[in-house]
């Protein structure tokens, strides 16, 4: 298993059974995570914690910002920033766009360690 010890991870998710499966997943890794329900309030974390969140996992569709607006205003300020976009719906031709950009990935939700560990792998 991937040690994920000093890495600090942005999980932003309006469903609380993926935050929780995120925390059960990553933070037995060593992981320190940051929460969020929708975009807004993750560019809002991640502005008071910019300069140590190095991955975000992020859903694509949640209310009041989404996803994609997020991860642009967020690329905008950090853009070497790691971001994973998760979803339960097949990838769109506007993730199929952005998963072209460096440190960008999809996954399927749900999702475990192993996906994760695969990505940050392609990542380094």
Request: proline share 3%; aromatic share 6%; net charge negative.
């Given at each position: 298993m991937q040690d994920f010890t000093n890495r600090v991870i942005l999980v932003m998710d309006d469903e609380p059974i993926m935050r929780d499966l995120a925390?059960?997943?990553?933070?037995?890794?060593?992981?320190?995570?940051?929460?969020?329900?929708?975009?807004?309030?993750?560019?809002?974390?991640?502005?008071?914690?910019?300069?140590?969140?190095?991955?975000?996992?992020?859903d694509v569709i949640m209310p009041e910002m989404d996803g994609v607006q997020a991860f642009r205003k967020i690329r905008e300020i950090k853009p070497e920033v790691k971001y994973i976009f998760a979803s339960g719906f097949s990838e769109s031709s506007v993730m199929s766009e952005l998963r072209q950009l460096p440190n960008v990935a999809f996954i399927e939700k749900p999702y475990g360690v192993e996906d994760i560990e695969v990505i940050l792998n392609k990542f380094q």
């Open positions: 925390e059960g997943i990553l933070e037995p890794c060593g992981a320190q995570l940051v929460f969020a329900c929708n975009g807004k309030e993750g560019l809002d974390a991640f502005m008071q914690h910019q300069n140590q969140v190095d991955l975000i996992i992020s």
